[in-house]
């Protein structure tokens, strides 16, 4: 797949573009449902599919005092869409130049002329240019001026509504990881570099990776069953309770994330873990004594490895 960016707006000359347009903030499966349009469309006509996604995000620069909380990085969210068997991601740098284009030049500059569309697929609710002013009603007549054809698709709905980056987050909020996973069509992960913490899950026998995380958004503060990996080294996933939290038996003030990952031993120090989430096992709480916190990880641990069985 290529990854491209689009500094300079320069034509990119690919056969027949089939596009799709957005933010695909953790691609979840209304972004998934357009990918495979413009995969579809592409394939039709042996051309190229590309999603066309921004970086950054459009509030960061629009107002980023109520900008919400990434789900995912740009590094992941390419990853993932290279999975959906698309030919190029395209990364265009939102900045307030862009922001100030009306949706007419949008079109043309960008839909036009520097991707070449000859169809874009985009959601019902999308909205681009100046101020939100162009809608998918918008975009249908000037394509039809600019030769690309229009393509609305319905929101995917997840439990009656439809699925949404701010569903997600507020689902992420609560510690519902299994219902972010159900928009997700995958189980929400967070990665980071394992650094050095306290020590002190191994003085208790709970040897823990504590990560320092690369992603800005992490469920609500709790135990989990999860699932780790090393994506740069490869390997099987391997199941873990994962807490996030203060340690407040320990007069913790700092919130940490740290996985005690089951039937491993190794070093870990220095390598970039993935943990996703597969199901919350429980509220974070201060316990009398550290015994007390170990027989209850214990009773963790043989909670998630049924969870883990079962998922």
Same mark, same amino acid.
């Given at each position: 797949?290529?990854?491209? *960016?689009?500094?300079?707006?320069?034509?990119?000359?690919?056969?027949?573009?089939?596009?799709?347009?957005?933010?695909?903030?953790?691609?979840?499966?209304?972004?998934?449902?357009?990918?495979?349009?413009?995969?579809?469309?592409? *394939?039709? $006509?042996?051309? #190229?599919?590309?999603?066309?996604?921004?970086?950054?995000?459009?509030?960061?620069?629009?107002?980023?005092?109520?900008?919400?909380?990434?789900?995912?990085?740009?590094?992941?969210?390419?990853?993932?869409?290279?999975?959906?068997?698309?030919?190029?991601?395209?990364?265009?740098?939102? #900045?307030?130049?862009?922001?100030?284009? #009306?949706?007419?030049?949008?079109? *043309?500059?960008?839909?036009?002329?520097?991707?070449?569309?000859?169809?874009?697929?985009?959601?019902?609710?999308?909205?681009?240019?100046?101020?939100?002013?162009?809608?998918?009603?918008?975009?249908?007549?000037?394509? +039809?001026?600019?030769?690309?054809?229009?393509?609305?698709? $319905?929101?995917?709905?997840?439990?009656?509504?439809?699925? $949404?980056?701010?569903?997600? +987050?507020?689902?992420?909020?609560?510690?519902?990881?299994?219902?972010?996973?159900?928009?997700?069509?995958?189980?929400?992960?967070?990665?980071?570099?394992?650094?050095?913490?306290?020590? *002190?899950?191994? $003085?208790?026998?709970?040897?823990?990776?504590?990560?320092?995380?690369?992603?800005?958004?992490?469920?609500?503060?709790?135990?989990?069953?999860? +699932?780790?990996?090393?994506?740069?080294?490869?390997?099987?996933?391997?199941?873990?309770?994962?807490?996030?939290?203060?340690?407040?038996?320990?007069?913790?003030?700092?919130?940490?994330?740290?996985?005690?990952?089951?039937?491993?031993?190794?070093?870990?120090?220095?390598?970039?873990?993935?943990?996703?989430?597969?199901?919350?096992? +429980?509220?974070?709480?201060?316990?009398?004594?550290?015994?007390?916190?170990?027989?209850?990880?214990?009773?963790?641990?043989?909670?998630?490895?049924?969870?883990?069985?079962?998922?």
């Amino acid at each position: 797949m290529e990854i491209c *960016r689009l500094d300079g707006l320069e034509p990119r000359q690919w056969r027949y573009a089939a596009v799709t347009v957005g933010n695909f903030d953790g691609v979840h499966l209304g972004h998934q449902a357009l990918a495979a349009a413009v995969v579809e469309e592409a *394939r039709r $006509s042996r051309g #190229t599919s590309v999603v066309l996604t921004f970086d950054p995000h459009p509030s960061r620069v629009l107002s980023p005092d109520r900008a919400p909380s990434a789900l995912m990085t740009l590094q992941q969210k390419v990853e993932v869409l290279q999975e959906l068997g698309l030919d190029c991601v395209a990364v265009l740098p939102f #900045t307030s130049a862009l922001a100030h284009r #009306t949706a007419e030049e949008f079109a *043309r500059d960008v839909v036009q002329l520097a991707l070449g569309a000859r169809v874009v697929v985009v959601g019902a609710n999308f909205r681009f240019g100046r101020h939100r002013s162009g809608d998918v009603a918008l975009l249908g007549e000037l394509g +039809r001026k600019l030769g690309f054809v229009v393509k609305g698709l $319905s929101p995917v709905l997840h439990e009656g509504t439809a699925v $949404s980056s701010t569903r997600i +987050r507020e689902a992420l909020a609560r510690g519902e990881v299994e219902n972010a996973r159900g928009m997700l069509g995958r189980p929400f992960f967070v990665e980071g570099r394992v650094v050095q913490g306290d020590g *002190r899950g191994r $003085s208790l026998g709970i040897p823990t990776a504590n990560l320092s995380p690369s992603n800005e958004t992490l469920p609500r503060n709790g135990v989990y069953a999860g +699932r780790c990996s090393l994506p740069e080294a490869g390997g099987p996933a391997l199941a873990a309770v994962v807490n996030i939290g203060r340690k407040p038996t320990f007069g913790g003030t700092e919130t940490t994330l740290e996985a005690h990952l089951l039937d491993f031993e190794g070093d870990l120090y220095g390598q970039r873990l993935r943990v996703a989430f597969e199901g919350r096992l +429980r509220e974070e709480r201060r316990f009398s004594t550290p015994e007390d916190l170990v027989a209850q990880i214990r009773r963790d641990t043989a909670h998630a490895r049924r969870l883990l069985l079962a998922t």
